[in-house]
């Protein structure tokens, strides 16, 4: 568990200290619904899931490139073979990677 210091207004933090009585909670758990509720909100909203979507891509196509890097270091015949292989197949064997399968570059075939 993580410990969290916040600054608050003196109006919100008795705003938030009244809802909380009123709750029957503590502050403390009434901060901590709340962050799940903007959690929850935030997982529905299709803008922030197609921007998350483009960070993984991000972070696949650094990972295989630094991967593609270690390789060719030691490993260079390996590291040519792989970026010789047509998209969507396995560069060890050439064939058609399965469905839902991840290539040795890290990010998954279209189609």
Known sequence: MKTLAIRLED???AQLT???QLEELTVTDAIRQAIASFIAAKRNNPELT???EAVLADIDR???????A????FDPEQASSQRSAPNGT???E???LARGARSKGGTPPKG
Do not use: E, F, W
């Open 11 to 13: 109006d919100i933090h």
């Open 18 to 20: 009244v809802l909380a």
């Open 50 to 52: 197609a921007r998350a």
């Open 62 to 68: 650094d990972a295989a490139s630094r991967r593609d």
């Open 70 to 73: 270690i390789a060719s270091l």
């Open 90 to 92: 396995d560069a060890t």
């Open 94 to 96: 050439g064939k058609p």
